[in-house]
């Protein structure tokens, strides 16, 4: 594949693997302490496979990919969710070699109701869509102003910042921490926090 | 018959499960165990549990037993491989995953059809033990 391709997949993996202890000690304060791990499972067979799809420059092939890797490697939830995401995001992404404003618009968009659906979740419930709806809003919001792909990068993320902030001040109502209702207040939701340093990795490589 | 998937996050917790139900099962009884990850950890696959499915499905459909939750969003991630027909003849039962496994057989060796077997799966909830 394109070594843009690769390498853009390898930097959001490794930010990954390099926070599963941040990521696990999340979750262990509101779940069963495994989303670090889970996670840098998944991405270290991600890695694992990128290696056997160097002359793919189909971005929507690779993606799927990563969405097929993630779902039978990360083990927990976010397997299927982030799993979904990958899958979902990866049509309008299919034939491309390059992606514009509107492109990752659409793959946003699809991502979030591939979670949406599997999850059986919206915002506001203290899971990753609190972190990927706003950064999806905060996207579209500098597409229709005709910002470039980081500027509106640049929005996604600080969008998501803010919803792992937001995470916080909630209780949880889906998934482990659900269980621990009123107790689940006061800590950052780990799903939020790994989607929003994914997208953090991915605009600090573009920008490079 | 109606076959029968166990999914569990333990590779144990899902072949131990299908010992104990072999023991009421009649001899035809598909039940396939899917459980754990590839590499022996703890977590559910959904490739896995697709080719459980369709391993368990000998033309009645499948009855799909589960622990906890991500167990059934692997599932549900595993329906979207399966193809349309077989997909139409595939349910979660909401049900505990070991007792909802036995009453789930003993309702297919009757040879009853997938809603009667979720039916009586899902009526272990309800079990007294004591």
């Given at each position: ?11 959001v993996?490794?930010t990954i693997?390099?926070?599963r202890q ?5 979750d ?54 982030y ?7 990866a ?10 404003v509107?492109t990752?618009?659409?793959m946003?968009?699809?991502?979030i ?11 506001g ?18 597409a ?10 640049e929005?996604a993320?600080?969008?998501a910042?803010q ?5 916080k001040?909630?209780i949880?109502?889906?998934g ?5 209702g ?8 780990p799903?939020?926090t ?11 490589h573009?920008?490079? | 018959?109606?076959g ?10 899902a072949?131990?499960?299908?010992e104990?139900?072999?023991?009421m ?5 598909k ?5 754990g990850?590839a590499?022996?950890?703890i977590?559910?696959?959904a ?7 369709i391993?368990?499905?000998?033309g009645?459909?499948v ?6 939750g991500?167990?059934?969003l692997?599932?549900?991630?595993a329906?979207?491989?399966?193809d349309?027909?077989?997909r ?8 505990p995953i ?9 309702e297919?060796?009757?040879?009853s059809?997938?809603?009667a ?14």
């Amino acid at each position: 594949m394109s070594g843009d391709l690769y390498e853009v997949i390898s930097a959001v993996g490794e930010t990954i693997i390099g926070n599963r202890q941040m990521l696990t000690d999340l979750d262990a304060a509101i779940g069963d302490g495994d989303h670090g791990i889970n996670m840098a499972r998944g991405f270290e067979a991600v890695k694992a496979k990128l290696q056997t799809l160097e002359t793919e420059s189909d971005i929507g092939k690779v993606l799927k990919t990563v969405g097929m890797t993630l779902i039978s490697s990360v083990g927990g939830a976010a397997g299927p969710l982030y799993g979904t995401a990958f899958l979902r995001a990866a049509a309008p992404s299919q034939g491309k070699t390059e992606l514009d404003v509107e492109t990752i618009g659409l793959m946003l968009e699809a991502a979030i109701a591939g979670i949406k659906e599997r999850g059986k979740a919206t915002t506001g419930e203290k899971t990753m869509l609190d972190a990927l709806v706003p950064a999806y809003e905060a996207f579209q919001d500098g597409a229709k102003t005709g910002k470039s792909v980081i500027e509106c990068l640049e929005l996604a993320c600080e969008a998501a910042k803010q919803g792992v902030e937001f995470t916080k001040t909630i209780i949880a109502t889906k998934g482990r921490a659900s269980y621990l209702g009123e107790r689940s207040r006061g800590h950052q939701d780990p799903g939020a926090t790994s989607s929003y340093i994914m997208l953090k990795a991915l605009l600090e490589h573009l920008r490079r | 018959m109606v076959g029968v998937v166990i999914v569990s996050h333990s590779q144990k917790v899902a072949e131990g499960i299908r010992e104990m139900a072999m023991q009421m099962s009649a001899p035809e009884q598909k039940i396939i165990a899917a459980g754990g990850m590839a590499d022996g950890g703890i977590g559910t696959d959904a490739f896995q549990v697709s080719e459980a499915i369709i391993s368990a499905n000998t033309g009645d459909g499948v009855a799909v037993m589960v622990d906890l939750g991500s167990a059934v969003l692997s599932t549900e991630t595993a329906f979207e491989f399966l193809d349309e027909e077989l997909r139409a003849k595939v349910q979660i039962a909401d049900a505990p995953i070991l007792e909802g496994a036995i009453s789930a057989v003993v309702e297919a060796s009757l040879g009853s059809a997938l809603a009667a077997v979720i039916a009586t799966a899902e009526g272990a909830r309800t079990l007294n033990k004591m």
